[in-house]
């Protein structure tokens, strides 16, 4: 029995859900990603499986009438934050009225994965994005019992988790608040636990990708204290991520990598924002992308809790290309990965990154360099 293409599956664990007879594992593929594994010997062919998956049924899916540049005004959410904190605020919303988040968890033991949260002090779990393939593990049977139990809740993920999740429940709930972040692709769990033990910072227990001041990566201790800190192009797996040679093989041909949307709405960096904005960034910006009436609704709800300003959602695609189409490959992909393969992670990022490395840290050193012209021009005008 064939679930899908295998170069198209997103490993979003909807299979795994959804069969009867809890005959579906998940097991390690190319690149380290998990693939489901069905046990003959206990399917009973009833196709659960190949229906549920998205890349057989695409669910519905409908282009955002509105785009909206939007920061929390709250300071200390808005600092944890990958950008502009929306995510927390449509969290703290939810939990407001006595709903449930179901997120991505920064807490590395046991792998990386999506959890149920019901308490704002649980809240900081879920904020930054992890870089990384997120495991749903059989939490889409969780959602669905809280549906049924007639709870609030709002489930964040990329977009072929969403995907996952609407084609599992089967049916719309009015209760079910669906957010998916612009993705433009993930790298395995295996790889970057390969990587975290390479550089001796597999002890730590949360990760986070991003600061306010820029891409790091940072690893930390119970107690919150780094074990392991680096700038993305210093830190081999954050730069594989960021030059596209390490994402999955579906990433490529991915079928929510586009202006159409499969969530009540959509959430990501506001990358292409006009200098003629008007809301102030010191740092990051959210992009909020409602879809679905209920998306818009939700949103409206939060307006007290946020900085808003409405800008043309052809702004919004134009800046952000996983709005548009699938990423592209790195061209010596296919190299790294035979490496990667046969020698592991860190001889086949010695080998693919040397070059990407020198030209980030260039480009780097040039902008210092730009940053401190302009210093001394100021001091001299002075
Ligand atoms: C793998 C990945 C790739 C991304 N690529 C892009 C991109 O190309 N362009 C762009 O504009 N934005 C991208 N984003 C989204 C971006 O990083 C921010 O999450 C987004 O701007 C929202 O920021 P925030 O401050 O509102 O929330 P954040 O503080 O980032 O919170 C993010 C929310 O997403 C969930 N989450 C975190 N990591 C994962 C994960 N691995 N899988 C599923 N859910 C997760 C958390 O539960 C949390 O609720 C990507 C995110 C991920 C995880």
């Known amino acids: 029995m064939t679930i899908c293409d295998t170069a198209k599956c997103s490993g979003c664990f909807a299979c795994q859900n959804v069969c009867p007879k809890n005959c579906i594992s998940m097991t390690e593929g190319r690149l380290g990603h998990l693939y489901p594994q069905i046990d003959e010997s206990l399917c009973i062919s009833c196709g659960a499986c190949s229906r549920v998956c998205p890349q057989n049924?695409?669910?519905?899916?409908?282009?955002?009438?509105?785009?909206?540049?939007?920061?929390?005004?709250?300071?200390?959410?808005?600092?944890?934050?990958?950008?502009?904190?929306?995510?927390?605020?449509?969290?703290?919303?939810?939990?407001?009225?006595?709903g449930i988040v179901y997120g991505c968890s920064s807490e590395t033991e046991g792998g990386i994965k999506h959890v149920r949260i019901e308490s704002d002090s649980d809240l900081w779990l879920l904020s930054g994005s992890k870089y990384v393939q997120s495991h749903i593990n059989l939490i889409f049977r969780d959602v669905k019992d809280d549906l049924e139990n007639r709870r609030a809740v709002l489930f964040i993920g990329t977009p072929c988790q969403v995907a996952g999740l609407v084609n599992y429940l089967k049916k719309p709930y009015e209760n079910l608040i669906t957010a998916d972040l612009i993705c433009h692709g993930v790298p395995s769990q295996k790889m970057l636990f390969e990587h975290l033990e390479n550089v001796g910072a597999a002890s730590g227990k949360y990760i986070t990708f991003r600061e306010k001041a820029g891409l790091y990566i940072r690893v930390s201790d119970e107690n919150k204290k780094p074990v392991y800190y680096k700038e993305s192009f210093d830190d081999d797996y954050y730069l594989g991520f960021l030059c596209n040679i390490s994402l999955r093989d579906s990433c490529h041909s991915c079928a929510f990598a586009k202006n159409e949307r499969v969530s009540d709405i959509t959430i990501g960096d506001f990358w292409g924002l006009s200098p003629q904005a008007e809301i102030k960034k010191p740092y990051g910006i959210s992009l909020a992308l409602p879809v679905t009436d209920k998306g818009r609704e939700f949103f409206e709800a939060c307006s007290d809790m946020l900085e808003n300003e409405e800008?043309?959602?052809?702004?919004?695609?134009?800046?952000?290309?996983?709005?548009?189409?699938?990423?592209?490959?790195?061209?010596?992909?296919?190299k790294f990965i035979k490496n990667y393969e046969k020698k592991g992670f860190k001889k086949a990022a010695a080998r693919s990154l040397f070059k990407k490395r020198l030209r980030s840290k260039t480009i780097r050193l040039l902008q210092k360099i730009g940053l401190l012209k302009k210093l001394i021009n100021i001091l001299r005008r002075k």
């Open 57 to 98: 049924n695409l669910p519905e899916m409908s282009v955002p009438t509105a785009a909206y540049a939007t920061r929390s005004k709250d300071s200390d959410e808005y600092e944890n934050a990958s950008s502009g904190g929306l995510a927390a605020v449509l969290s703290r919303k939810m939990l407001g009225r006595g």
């Open 311 to 334: 800008r043309p959602t052809s702004e919004a695609f134009a800046g952000n290309s996983p709005l548009r189409k699938p990423v592209g490959k790195a061209k010596d992909r296919e």
